[in-house]
């Protein structure tokens, strides 16, 4: 004999009471590269992130202003380093052993901007990404594209097209 099966209603309300989620499979997501700089989450959407590098030797210059850390070679082409921290009026740590370097690249603008370490590349529910606050500082303001939650942190969307205009603006 066959078992009798489940309604639809039933199978639902089974897996609300187990406590998992249930995942609209037909609802628009964005890639985003998930990070930390001093002490508090980011994002970036993936589109504009080339590459995560880990342990590449930055190499100084002089002369150059605190957000440029220096310069890196990435297969032999030379890529400027950005200390995000500045730009966003943080305060910058040093260049710790988990640090970590995304290769940007927003039109006509490439760079290896350092962050403290990659948290998470997860794909987000557009739905997800709320419009960002008031609170946030000016700084803030001008870069972000929004606010989402990720593993119960507060992570500030960054558009790094803006990022690069305040670094060629001279801000930081």
Same mark, same amino acid.
Request: proline share 6%; with cysteine; glycine share 12%.
């Given at each position: ?9 039933? %199978? ?8 998992? +989620? ?7 997501? %964005? ?24 342990? +590449?030797? %930055? ?14 070679? %990435? ?16 305060? +910058? ?80």
């Amino acid at each position: 004999m066959s078992e009798p099966r489940a309604t639809l209603d039933e %199978v639902l309300t089974a897996r609300r009471q187990s406590g998992k +989620a249930i995942v609209n499979v037909d609802e628009p997501t %964005v890639k985003l590269v998930v990070f930390e700089v001093a002490g508090e989450s980011f994002a970036f959407p993936a589109g504009s992130i080339r590459e995560i590098l880990a342990g +590449a030797t %930055v190499f100084f210059v002089p002369g150059c202003p605190v957000s440029l850390e220096g310069v890196i070679n %990435v297969r032999g082409d030379i890529e400027s380093v950005i200390g995000l921290a500045p730009l966003l009026g943080l305060p +910058a740590g040093e260049a710790g052993a988990g640090s970590m370097i995304l290769l940007g690249h927003d039109g006509a603008m490439s760079s290896g901007i350092r962050v403290d370490r990659v948290v998470d590349v997860a794909d987000v529910a557009r739905t997800a990404i709320q419009p960002p606050p008031a609170v946030l500082s000016e700084t803030m303001r001008r870069v972000a594209l929004g606010v989402l939650s990720h593993r119960a942190r507060p992570v500030t969307l960054l558009d790094l097209g803006r990022i690069f205009e305040d670094y060629a603006r001279g801000v930081g």
